[in-house]
T-cell receptor, first 109, second 114 residues
Framework: AQRVTQPEKLLSVFKGAPVELKCNYS??????LFWYVQYSRQRLQLLLR??SRESIKGFTADLNKGETSFHLKKPFAQEEDSAMYYC???????????FGTGTKLQVIP | KAGVTQTPRYLIKTRGQQVTLSCSPI?????VSWYQQTPGQGLQFLFE???????NKGNFPGRFSGRQFSNSRSEMNVSTLELGDSALYLC?????????????FGQGTRLTVV
């Protein structure tokens, strides 16, 4: 079975400080991993996916197969980064997507 | 183009009743997935429909069911409502499903069971 674990329900950082949102997964094959974000009163939307290896809004995430992790990082937090972040895993093809329980990021001015 | 539309936005029902939620996907999208979002459990997958067929199903009791119509619109039904069914129900559509990166979410239906 596939599982996604986000150990932190709430992460508070000061503006300008580095951010790391943790995500660990359990899956025996080659997963596709994603980060979704939900800003206050907005829809859940895709932030980035590991296969594209891109940086979105200053966020990056590296897939570490050895540690089965896909942590989301940003060197300098901004107030507008405050939101709910979900890590998600898909086994590819037409398989269901499994989401973590989410981490609320709070950037303190 | 119009995004994913879910109706109604808010619902209040009593225990034992049943409820039907609706989701209109983005035009051209054939896959519709449903999720239950709660503060304690986060996002939990309910089921996914593609071309009117249920293709994937999560670990929810049989009280939760759904269907998809030929125009890709989808409905979700919950029978014999329980207090624990109170949640935000999200619908997501994508062209062919599977790759969450292509999925677009609606704003959700907030269901409160009293």
């Amino acid at each position: 079975a596939q599982r996604v674990t986000q150990p932190e329900k709430l992460l508070s950082v000061f503006k300008g400080a580095p951010v790391e949102l943790k995500c660990n997964y359990s899956y025996s094959g080659s997963p596709e991993l994603f980060w979704y974000v939900q800003y206050s009163r907005q829809r859940l939307q895709l932030l980035l996916r590991h296969i594209s290896r891109e940086s979105i809004k200053g966020f990056t995430a590296d897939l570490n197969k050895g540690e089965t992790s896909f942590h989301l990082k940003k060197p300098f937090a901004q107030e507008e980064d405050s939101a709910m972040y979900y890590c998600a895993l898909s086994s590819g093809g037409y398989q269901k997507v499994t989401f973590g329980t989410g981490t609320k990021l709070q950037v303190i001015p | 183009k119009a995004g994913v539309t879910q109706t109604p936005r808010y619902l209040i029902k009593t225990r034992g009743q049943q409820v039907t939620l609706s989701c209109s996907p983005i035009s051209g999208h054939r896959s519709v997935s449903w999720y239950q979002q709660t503060p304690g459990q986060g996002l939990q997958f309910l089921f996914e429909y593609f071309s009117e067929t249920q293709r994937n199903k999560g670990n929810f009791p049989g009280r939760f069911s759904g269907r998809q119509f030929s125009n890709s619109r989808s409905e979700m039904n919950v029978s014999t409502l329980e207090l624990g069914d109170s949640a935000l129900y999200l619908c997501a559509s994508s062209l062919s499903g599977g790759d969450a990166g292509e999925a677009f979410f609606g704003q959700g239906t907030r269901l409160t069971v009293v």
